[in-house]
């Protein structure tokens, strides 16, 4: 048996909340890693995390802000979006970074894990976290429907060895709102299924099909009742979401878009799981945590 304290969370950029230019921000790493302390999770996974490189050459990683001061002893960071790679004149943030010399600027997910990660193929031996494309565009156009979307696969070397997936699926322009039009809604949701269906697809031989334990948590940018959820994920391959028990939106009028699921479900002992709500949160994103605490065999 292995219990397990899990924490998703989108940070909505990282480092820091910008306002139109590096200058017009606030540093918001002190209420991430107090969060973060109070939560005490063993494996967090964050989206949109970031980091950039100053002009003096000097890395500013959130990354390792949060490694040192949760004392993680484990933690990978996988790109997604860079200016180095992706440097487009209508994405505001790159532009301002020009202009105050950073030499690279990026965002991704990450994890991080008290417990050593093992290679993927052999538990006997520490491994590296791999980072794995879902989605990416023939161009990125500096909008999030061109984001490129990374899954991150890991696996912890404690047993029973659990496999650990942190994403960040598709949401386009519009999808959302009083005035969302149908077609777009339908777009992004076809965006997603295909996302999930890759990662789907990615696991298949070597976890799904043996029924290896696997935790997927991350911002699906879906409600449960979506199909990319509801069909591929619950009823066609045997996980199951771990529901809060205050099953409350996560993101604002978007409702419950992080989540974190289990497979296969009969590996599962016992669960529970929230979300966090407060003040301390508000200031850290404007995603809220899902938290779940979990005994897996």
């Given amino acids: 048996m292995l219990k397990l304290r899990l924490m998703t969370l989108n940070l909505g950029g990282g480092i820091k909340n910008y306002r139109g230019s590096p200058q017009e921000s606030y540093d918001k790493s002190e209420a991430i890693s107090e969060l973060i302390n109070r939560v005490k999770p063993d494996v967090l996974g964050v989206q949109e995390i970031a980091q950039y490189l100053d002009g003096d050459g000097h890395l500013h990683s ?7 001061d949760a004392q993680f002893g484990h933690a990978f960071y996988g790109e997604t979006l860079s200016m180095k790679q992706h440097l487009q004149v209508k994405q505001a943030l790159m532009v301002e970074g020009l202009f105050n010399d950073w030499w690279d600027w990026s965002k991704g997910n990450a994890v991080f894990s008290h417990m050593p990660f093992a290679r993927l193929g052999d538990t006997e031996r520490t491994g590296v976290p791999r980072n794995v494309p879902v989605f990416q565009p023939v161009r990125y156009e500096g909008t999030r429907d061109t984001d490129p979307r990374y899954v991150i696969i890991t696996r912890l070397k404690n047993a029973p060895f659990p496999f650990v997936l942190n994403l960040h699926l598709t949401t386009l322009v519009g999808e959302r709102g009083e005035n969302a039009w149908e077609e777009t809604i339908q777009s992004a949701e076809m965006a997603r299924s295909k996302q999930i269906l890759n990662v789907l697809g990615l696991i298949e031989k070597h976890v799904l099909i043996p029924g290896e334990p696997i935790i997927l948590m991350g911002d699906f940018n879906a409600k449960p009742d979506e199909f990319t959820l509801k069909n591929h994920l619950v009823e066609d391959n045997n996980f199951v979401r771990l529901v809060p028990e205050n099953d409350i939106p996560t993101h604002g009028n978007a409702g419950s878009v992080d989540h974190i699921y289990f497979a296969p479900a009969n590996r599962l002992v016992s669960y529970s799981c929230h979300v966090i709500d407060d003040e301390l949160t508000r ?15």
């Fill in 62 to 68: 959130m990354t390792d802000r949060i490694r040192y």
């Fill in 283 to 297: 200031r850290v994103s404007d995603h809220l945590p899902v938290v779940a605490d979990i005994e897996i065999r």
